[in-house]
């Protein structure tokens, strides 16, 4: 799913701005910035030569933007894309000590409803579709091909809420999402994930330095299990784990 930043970002900046009741009209906001971020995408034992029992394991920084619409009755739209930086992995350190370039990319669309209460206390539920792509690359030789490619796409459900404090908005959400997976190599390897069930975690602040711009600083927790078919003996499974610490700026208008 790779997108709960996006739900939780959009959870901020809407309770941020819900508690405004005499805001009679929508509002638009563009947001960009940085998530020092670690990837890891291990492999069962039943999985292909090479990769039984692997984990690779990539550490980089993603960009991140995005813009969101909101309605004055608190319902909202968001489209996020984040990209990550220069970056590499390590799934083939036991054939080669040269590192291997390694990419990690999603957009994802949300929409949801966020209801603020008279305190400032608000709750949202929300739901989307997200697609990722990964790139590992690999050194041929030795190896019969020079990258694996991981595509993936599903939707998500959630729900969140937000508490005012410290002059800013706290914030926490939680989202299930059902997957589907496709493992392909540059030398004719090809398999599939049924689809299955992942979850993501996330805490973050929002801090309003005008009432258009505010900074928000977020954490947050991905897992997801894909279960791929039978190559040569048996299907196997492949678990994704993302944590990730960002910052970003965001400006309404």
């Known amino acids: 799913m790779k997108a709960l930043r ?3 970002w959009a959870l901020l900046l809407v309770s941020a701005i819900c508690p405004a009741a005499a805001q009679a009209q929508s509002a638009f906001r563009l947001y ?5 971020t670690s990837y890891k995408i291990s492999f069962d034992q039943n999985a292909p030569v090479g990769y039984s029992n692997q984990t690779a394991k990539s550490s980089y920084t993603a960009a991140n933007v ?3 619409w909101i309605s004055p009755k608190g319902i909202y739209v968001d489209f996020a894309v984040q990209q990550s930086l220069s970056a590499h992995h390590d799934l083939w350190k036991s054939v080669t000590s040269q590192k291997q370039d390694f990419s990690h990319d999603t957009y994802t669309l949300t929409g949801g409803y966020s209801h603020a209460f008279a305190q400032g ?27 694996d490619t991981f595509d993936s796409q599903g939707i998500f459900v959630g729900a969140g809420a937000g508490v005012p404090a410290l002059r800013g908005q706290f914030s926490g959400s939680i989202a299930l999402a059902g997957m589907k997976g496709k493992w392909t190599d540059d030398n004719t390897f090809n398999n599939t994930a049924d689809t299955t069930f992942g979850f993501s975690l996330g805490g973050a602040y929002t801090y ?7 900074v928000t600083a977020d954490l947050r927790y991905q897992q997801y299990k894909y279960n791929f078919g039978i190559v040569t003996t048996a ?4 678990t994704e ?4 610490l960002g910052v970003r700026l965001g400006y309404r208008f």
């Open 6 to 8: 996006t739900e939780l």
């Open 32 to 36: 960009g910035g940085l998530a020092p």
């Open 66 to 68: 995005g813009v969101t």
């Open 121 to 147: 206390v608000s709750v949202s539920g929300f739901g989307g579709y997200t697609v990722s792509n990964t790139v590992l690359h690999a050194p041929r030789p030795p190896l019969a091909f020079s990258k």
């Open 208 to 214: 309003p330095i005008t009432p258009a711009l505010g």
């Open 235 to 238: 299907a196997y499974t492949v």
């Open 241 to 244: 784990k993302i944590t990730s």
